[in-house]
């Protein structure tokens, strides 16, 4: 028997002791140390959006622990190992149990420079924010171009977007409806921060010409003012919908100023793709920096953490420490 926290079809979220024979198909078993509660998790277990496909589920889109069993030539037992995104804890049990079962090819070696904590605390939303800054230099953005903004930037994307700029030289301006952690923001790497209200309501089609590149966590008319804002041949790189998943833009930015906007897919990235953000976090993220932007919670806490956090009072990262 194993500790989980276990969703079902009724709205309940609830912790539960289950039976190892109940874990789903794959041929990887997963001691699990550590997962992270995330924005799609928080709206999985309050039931405020449409993530889970099938009940009962497990939550947690990522975790960190070690191979107890595998039937996978590439993982042995005692491997520590990683896991962002492919579905888990949307139609496939999560990282929110002691337990998991999962397929070999969904799983990454854990990178030398980090714990399986530390992992954790950079998760699937760091791991997503590395892919976001390596799109933007793919599409040519460099630091003598101009400022770059981080919509949502107290969140776990923005955070770690921040400070893989700043150490970058990226000019990092931070867009936030916290203005109180402003000295926060700048100690990551922001060079200004911005109040979010400049941005979450209706603008022009096209505004004044502010900042080479982005990366937008909120989706919604945020996004649609940042595409409004870019520089000629600005690029933004889209993650997230924490405003909304509609997009009340006009095509102006995109054929008057050659604005591309990139879509963020983390979930079913190439494994090149993955493995590339993740050097990246470990060459370039300082990991005493991870400590300023999380901080550890148990499995119990995560229910009314799930709502704290859809109503913008998390700062950074939670990860979610697993019992022994």
């Not at 947690?60 to 030539?73: K, M, N, R, W």
């Not at 004044?208 to 933004?236: F, H, I, P």
């Not at 095509?251 to 993955?274: C, N, Q």
Request: net charge negative; proline share 4%; glycine share 12%.
């Amino acid at each position: 028997m194993f500790r989980a926290l276990l969703l079902n079809d009724t709205g309940e979220a609830r912790l539960a002791d289950v039976n190892e024979s109940e874990l789903p198909e794959g041929d990887v078993t997963v001691r699990v140390a550590y997962s992270s509660l995330n924005y799609k998790d928080a709206l999985a277990i309050t039931g405020k959006g449409p993530v889970v496909r099938r009940f009962p589920m497990v939550p947690g889109i990522d975790l960190a622990g070690t191979v107890v069993e595998s039937g996978d030539s590439r993982w042995k037992p005692g491997d520590a190992v990683i896991l962002n995104g492919w579905g888990v804890g949307e139609s496939h049990w999560g990282g929110m149990a002691e337990r998991a079962r999962v397929k070999g090819d969904w799983l990454l070696a854990l990178p030398e420079a980090f714990s399986l904590r530390q992992a954790m605390a950079i998760g699937t939303a760091g791991y997503t924010a590395a892919l976001c800054v390596e799109t933007l230099e793919r599409q040519g953005v460099s630091p003598d171009d101009g400022e770059v903004l981080v919509t949502g930037a107290n969140g776990g994307v923005g955070s770690v977007a921040i400070m893989l700029l700043a150490r970058r030289g990226y000019r990092v301006v931070a867009s936030t409806g916290r203005l109180e952690e402003s000295e926060h923001l700048q100690a990551l790497g922001a060079c200004r921060v911005i109040d979010r209200e400049t941005l979450s309501r209706p603008g022009k089609p096209l505004a004044k010409e502010q900042w080479a590149g982005a990366v937008d966590t909120l989706g919604s008319v945020t996004l649609a003012n940042v595409c409004a804002g870019m520089q000629y041949r600005g690029v933004v790189a889209a993650c997230g919908l924490a405003q909304g998943m509609d997009f009340p833009a006009t095509v102006a930015p995109f054929i008057l100023r050659g604005v591309t906007l990139v879509g963020i897919d983390s979930v079913y990235a190439p494994r090149a793709e993955r493995e590339a953000a993740w050097r990246r976090l470990a060459t370039d993220l300082e990991t005493e920096s991870l400590e300023s932007v999380s901080r550890t919670i148990g499995l119990e806490e995560v229910i009314p953490m799930a709502s704290e956090l859809l109503a913008g009072r998390v700062r950074g990262r939670l990860v979610v420490e697993l019992p022994e």
